[in-house]
């Protein structure tokens, strides 16, 4: 399988990158924050419960979205080429368990895609698209919490990829297109050599 991890800070681009890979590759997309606004909109008690550790911009506990990938990687196993991972492992807690479903169906994380912009133009984008989508945590200051989530527990899971040589860091500025091509020339690349 081509299990590829969409890896970076919030409004890197990994939801829109998804979109357009998934579409090339014929991945299965697993978005675990599309999931779970999935699961508030439908007014379930586990959405219920979450809304308002997402509305905060906190990280929602790991047993939580751990159960949402295993359910997904059991649903899906053997029938799609792979999956894209967005916005998931989050936590090192998270990626080993990742590992863990991915070698019981006997398969691995491929490639790690480290979507790399700046502070400012993740604010930028963010709010930008509050006034386009009218996400909840797409304000300054919730905008503010997700960073700092992320850089306080998500960015050392890279280093956690990199010791495993699969961590590749992509310049996420530019045109949307330009970005598309930086991802598949690393895909390509890996596809070539396996
Ligand atoms: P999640 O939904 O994963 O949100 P996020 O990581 O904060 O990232 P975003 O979806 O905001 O950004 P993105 O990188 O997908 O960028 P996008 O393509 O949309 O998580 C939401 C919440 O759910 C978390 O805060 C947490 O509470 C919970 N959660 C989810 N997963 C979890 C986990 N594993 N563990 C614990 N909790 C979890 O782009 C952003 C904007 O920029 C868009 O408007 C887009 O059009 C625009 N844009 C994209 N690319 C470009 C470009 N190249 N140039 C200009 N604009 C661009
Ligand atoms: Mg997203």
Do not use: C, W
Not at 163 to 177: F, I, S, T
Request: charge should be negative.
């Amino acid at each position: 399988m081509l299990n590829i991890v969409l890896f970076g800070p919030p409004g890197s681009g990994k939801g829109t990158q998804a979109e357009k890979l998934l579409e090339k590759y014929g991945l299965k997309h697993l978005s675990t924050g599309d999931v779970l606004r999935a699961e508030k909109a439908s007014g379930s008690d586990l959405g219920n419960r979450m809304a308002e550790i997402m509305a905060a911009g906190l990280l929602v506990p790991d047993e939580i979205v751990n159960e949402i990938v295993k359910n997904r990687i059991d649903e899906f196993a053997g029938k799609v080429p792979g999956f894209i991972f967005d916005g998931f492992p989050r936590t090192n807690e998270q990626a080993l368990t990742l590992d863990g479903y991915l070698k019981f169906v006997g398969s691995s994380v491929t490639l790690t895609l480290f979507l790399d912009v700046p502070k400012d133009e993740l604010v930028r984008r963010l709010l930008q698209r509050a006034i386009e989508k009218g996400r909840v945590d797409d304000t300054a200051e919730v905008i503010e919490a997700r960073v700092v989530e992320y850089n306080t527990k998500t960015l050392a899971v890279a280093e956690l990829y990199k010791a495993q040589g699969k961590l590749h860091v992509v310049d996420g500025m530019g045109e949307l297109d330009e970005v598309f091509g930086r991802l598949t020339a690393i895909i390509d690349n890996a596809l070539a050599t396996a």
